[in-house]
């Protein structure tokens, strides 16, 4: 049986050799058929842009996403599609959380500070919303879309590769008996046979296919009435919040202005150096009638050396260098071994020599890091280490 089914295969090849370079001729499907694998072709292409497209427009930053997908990697098939969805980070909640943390610190006493509240939960309401129609979306309309995909069109396209076969084993069997090759009766019929029932099961799948546009124009309808719940549920919670911030401006608009009324130096309380408080030694053990006013500064002293030829020169404690901080010394980089080109969304493009801050360690292939004003991802393999991780 493996000969026989090798032997097959080579007058497979034959045949499609023959058919693409040697002009043989095929057996001819139908019209109807040609049209419905059109029709399927593009179906199926259209089916992906459909799914691709619509992540994005869910999603639409492409670093964010890349990141999730890998730490969705990470984490590996247990966790939840719910819980990664909603670890997208939504524009909205991060102004949100900014402007309530801001209000919080001005005190409730500030109008503005109350106002950036409001506003700021307001925006964590949108970004809730955002997150129901990302699931409403994904339930109702990108999930059948992948069934169609991995199902109904994967069976469609098989059984049309299949088809395939059958037919240049069926066109082989003839080509061989029409120039006198041995072929018996027996193996033309059952090629023929298969052939046949091959190109009724790929017919029947591609017209059931293109029967069931009822089932996407459901899906479609589907993705449009999530589409319009969300800006409805945005424009009330944008509506309510124009009216309590109308209401805040009212308040404070009418609130009494307080006056400002400038203070003289008598009023101040000021408290001379000398009036009862020992003055600070000096760093060089200097007495307090040697360091003079805190405000002239060491006046005198600076005369007497000005004056005297041999004094060395002292430089001033408020033009020494400053020390360099050692935290900015220590963050974790590397450097470029080779040039490395981003192929997909996310990814970090630098070149060789190139000297980049780690941001952290996505996994033990893969850092996280900056260079130029931007961030993603790269391989661990085309980088050198400076600074290590802490």
């Not at 080579?10 to 029709?39: C, F, H, P, R, W």
């Not at 909205?92 to 500070?113: C, H, Q």
């Not at 307080?258 to 203070?263: N, Q």
């Amino acid at each position: 049986m493996a000969f026989a089914g090798l032997r097959k295969q080579i007058n497979k090849a034959n045949q499609y050799v023959s058919e693409k370079i040697g002009g043989a001729e095929g057996t001819k499907l139908t019209e109807d058929y040609t049209l419905m694998e059109k029709k399927v072709d593009l179906t199926n292409e259209l089916v992906e842009q459909l799914i691709t497209q619509t992540k994005e427009l869910l999603q639409p930053n492409p670093a964010t996403r890349a990141k999730l997908t890998v730490n969705a990697r990470l984490r590996g098939p247990t966790a939840s599609a719910g819980s990664a969805s909603h670890a997208y980070p939504q524009p909205e909640g991060i102004l949100g959380d900014t402007m309530v943390k801001l209000g919080t610190e001005l005190g409730p006493e500030s109008a503005f500070g109350r106002s950036l509240i409001e506003t700021g939960e307001s925006l964590r309401q949108l970004a809730d919303i955002k997150y129901s129609l990302e699931d409403n979306v994904k339930q109702n309309f990108l999930e059948p879309l992948t069934q169609l995909q991995q199902k109904d069109l994967k069976d469609v396209m098989f059984h049309r590769k299949k088809l395939q076969g059958r037919r240049l084993d069926y066109d082989c069997k003839k080509r061989k008996r029409t120039t006198g090759g041995h072929v018996t009766d027996e193996e033309m019929r059952t090629a023929g046979e298969k052939f046949e029932e091959s190109f009724n099961l790929a017919s029947q799948g591609m017209f059931n296919l293109m029967e069931n546009d009822v089932e996407q124009l459901s899906q479609l309808c589907a993705l449009m009435e999530a589409f319009s719940e969300y800006h409805q549920q945005c424009a009330e919670t944008l509506a309510q919040l124009t009216d309590k911030l109308q209401d805040l401006r009212h308040e404070a608009s009418a609130r009494p202005k307080g006056s400002f009324e400038p203070k003289k130096l008598s009023e101040l309380d000021l408290q001379p150096l000398d009036s009862g408080r020992s003055p600070l030694p000096s760093p060089g053990g200097t007495t307090p009638s040697q360091q003079g006013n805190m405000y002239l500064g060491n006046f005198n002293q600076q005369n007497r050396n000005a004056r005297s030829p041999n004094a060395s020169p002292m430089p001033s404690p408020l033009r020494s260098p400053a020390a360099p901080t050692p935290t900015a010394q220590k963050k974790p980089s590397c450097q470029a071994l080779y040039d490395f080109s981003a192929e997909n969304p996310g990814e970090l493009e630098f070149k060789e020599g190139d000297k980049i801050e780690l941001i952290r360690q996505i996994d033990a292939n893969w850092f996280e890091g900056s260079v130029n004003g931007k961030s993603g991802l790269f391989p661990v393999n085309y980088v050198e280490v400076l600074v290590p991780f802490p």
